[in-house]
């Protein structure tokens, strides 16, 4: 073997023994980072499960920054808000003095959704893009009721069932009885108002009071016509 040959093999050996060299080295360093990373969660994680967080506020935010989740409590109000991606509310679930509250947001920060309660009431109410409430079920100390209400803010429909009996009233657009049909200690009755409010039709069982005072029933069989000045112009009775 010439000397030529022999150093070819001393360089190729030489080669084989550096690359060996930097194979250990980096995993002595993987090994090490590894090491260095698990000693960290060790004293920074607690064992088992975590029994109490306290914290005054927690968000959660997106890739752009913007808050999309929000859990907060002080002693005003304790309540978790669901955010859009321009951060405005859209969900919310609150406690605060008056009571719970849910309320889903649509449009530019106005709610079509709110349930809550407080002390004397409990219930839910829809609004329009416009904020004006359209619908409201409530629950108080009376009963439940349902009602239903025009764009001028006023009640169309009320549905409600009280300690007295259930009943169904149908306004105008002012808000003023036109009909109403309900079920109480007399029995069932339909009453049909004119634009003044005046009665003109009765249906059912009814009390009314004669020119003299006396108060005169009706059963449930009975029929009354009334004039523009509220007096009887017509009855049928069976």
């Known amino acids: 073997m010439t000397i030529e040959e022999r150093l070819d093999d001393m360089e190729r050996e030489l080669g084989r023994v550096k690359r060996r060299s930097r194979l250990l080295l980096g995993a ?26 306290r914290a005054k ?26 955010l ?12 605060d003095k008056n009571g719970p509250r849910l309320s889903l947001t649509a449009g530019k920060n106005m709610p079509s ?23 409201s079920l409530s629950v108080n100390k009376n009963g439940p009721g349902l009602s239903l209400t025009y764009k001028s ?13 259930p009943g169904l009233d149908l306004n105008d657009y002012n808000g003023e009885s036109r009909a109403s049909f309900g ?25 009314l009071t004669a020119p003299d005072g006396k108060t005169l029933g009706y059963p449930e069989s009975s029929l009354i016509l009334f004039g523009p000045d509220g007096k009887v112009i017509w009855s049928a009775i069976k």
């Not at 959704?113 to 619908?135: H, I, M, P, R, V």
């Open 28 to 53: 002595i360093l993987v090994l090490t980072g590894g090491l260095i990373v698990l000693a960290a969660v060790k004293t920074t994680v607690p064992q088992g499960i975590i029994k109490e967080l």
């Open 57 to 82: 506020r927690i968000a959660l935010e997106d890739e752009n920054g913007i808050v999309r989740v929000s859990l907060t409590g002080d002693k005003e109000m304790s309540g978790l808000w669901l």
């Open 84 to 95: 859009n991606d321009k951060g405005e509310p859209r969900a919310s679930l609150s406690v």
């Open 113 to 135: 959704a709110l349930l809550g309660a407080n002390d004397s009431t409990s219930g839910l109410n829809l609004w329009d893009e416009k904020e004006e409430t359209l619908s």
């Open 153 to 165: 803010g006023k009640a169309g429909v009320w549905l409600y069932a009280t300690n007295i009996g």
């Open 183 to 207: 079920v109480n200690k007399l029995g069932p009755t339909l009453t049909l108002k004119d634009e003044k409010g005046m009665p003109r039709l009765k249906a059912g069982r009814a009390e």
